[in-house]
T-cell receptor, first 115, second 111 residues
Framework: GEEVAQTPKHLVRGEGQKAKLYCAPIKGHSYVFWYQQVLKNEFKFLISFQNENVFDETGMPKERFSAKCLPNSPCSLEIQATKLEDSAVYFC?????????????FGSGTRLTVV | GQQLNQSPQSMFIQEGEDVSMNCTSSSIFNTWLWYKQDPGEGPVLLIALYKAGELTSNGRLTAQFGITRKDSFLNISASIPSDVGIYFCAGAIQGAQKLVFGQGTRLTINP
């Protein structure tokens, strides 16, 4: 489709539980990005993929966060043992080619609430 | 790391007024982008800038890529109610696919 589809729209988890978020990029887009938007609207970069390969994971808290983009499957972002501070809106974005030249298309986000 | 300082943080204006917001950085960027985010939605790309000095328009929106490559501004002319939202600048440095975002400017229009 012509939109980045993120599911679920809302997710509530108890502290310590696992959370898994999904993202279907626009068909034909080979770059996928995950960002975390916290309360003060700040966007924090987490990880990027070029096709199924991790391109840049410098923003990932690796001890609890992991992500995958496998062929013919939605991309996923998984948080093991969630903490209260993980509460945020997680955005996925995709780009057809060089993101520096065309920018990204963002999904509508998944709001994760950890209680 | 790279940081973008976006100002103002918020604006309260009357319908029909012009709006101006800007972003500055201590780092040089190859690309400047301006996004708008509505409540409950992801950011939507408004304007993309690729060359120092470039001035680009999209309807009532005009944005410029600063000559020093360390700043950009966005102007909105004759604001209308649907302009309400949060505007973000974003920049990319040479060789990096990820974007660095400003803190956002929240635009409110008084009826």
């Amino acid at each position: 489709g012509e939109e980045v589809a993120q599911t679920p729209k809302h997710l509530v988890r108890g502290e310590g539980q696992k959370a898994k978020l999904y993202c279907a990029p626009i068909k034909g887009h080979s770059y996928v990005f995950w960002y975390q938007q916290v309360l003060k609207n700040e966007f924090k970069f987490l990880i990027s993929f070029q096709n199924e390969n991790v391109f840049d994971e410098t923003g990932m808290p690796k001890e609890r966060f992991s992500a995958k983009c496998l062929p013919n499957s939605p991309c996923s972002l998984e948080i093991q043992a969630t903490k209260l501070e993980d509460s945020a809106v997680y955005f996925c974005a995709s780009s057809q080619r060089d993101p520096q030249r065309v920018g990204y298309t963002f999904g509508s986000g998944t709001r994760l609430t950890v209680v | 790391g790279q940081q973008l300082n976006q100002s103002p943080q918020s604006m309260f204006i009357q319908e029909g007024e012009d709006v101006s917001m800007n972003c500055t950085s201590s780092s040089i960027f190859n690309t400047w982008l301006w996004y708008k985010q509505d409540p409950g939605e992801g950011p939507v790309l408004l304007i993309a800038l690729y060359k120092a000095g470039e001035l680009t328009s999209n309807g009532r929106l005009t944005a410029q890529f600063g000559i020093t490559r360390k700043d950009s501004f966005l102007n909105i002319s004759a604001s209308i109610p649907s302009d309400v939202g949060i505007y973000f600048c974003a920049g990319a440095i040479q060789g990096a696919q990820k974007l660095v975002f400003g803190q956002g400017t929240r635009l409110t229009i008084n009826p």
